[in-house]
């Protein structure tokens, strides 16, 4: 019980800075809309599966055995590579994140704490099984 407790711990220290350097860059990425409304939003499920994959390769990469495996690979290229792979682009997601950021951060909040219990259930699911 422990271990799994110090597992968990571990996973909420990889998610939390990757939480802080989203809103982050959605903050640095701000533009003043002048009054329109964002425009383009990626949509509230396809959001969240993007964001979850991208947290879930950001993991990965930080093994030491998964990141020499593809140190040829840009880690940024990936990213878009998600994005991408459900018929967005890299703007979008930018103007979807400051909207959450700015419009629905509870909603964003809400999203990140749904995240880590799946990523909690995963590392779980881990410790039984090893």
């Given at each position: 019980m422990n271990r799994r407790?110090?597992?968990t711990g571990s996973l909420s220290r990889m998610l939390i800075p990757a939480v802080v350097i989203v809103l982050a860059s959605a903050v640095s990425c701000f533009k003043i809309t002048g009054g329109?409304?964002?425009?383009?939003?990626?949509?509230?499920?396809d959001f969240e599966s993007i964001l979850y994959e991208l947290h879930l390769t950001n993991?990965?990469?930080?093994l030491p055995g998964m990141r020499t495996r593809?140190?040829?690979?840009?880690?940024t290229g990936l990213y878009v590579r998600i994005i991408e792979g459900?018929?967005?682009r890299t703007g979008q997601m930018d103007t979807t994140i400051?909207?959450?950021?700015?419009?629905k951060a509870k909603r964003l909040i809400k999203i990140y704490d749904q995240m880590l219990a799946?990523?909690?259930?995963?590392q779980a699911r881990v410790d039984q099984k090893y």
């Open positions: 407790m110090n597992n329109r409304e964002f425009e383009n939003l990626i949509p509230d499920k993991g990965l990469m930080s593809y140190s040829d690979q840009d880690t459900y018929g967005y400051q909207y959450y950021y700015i419009k799946r990523f909690s259930e995963i």
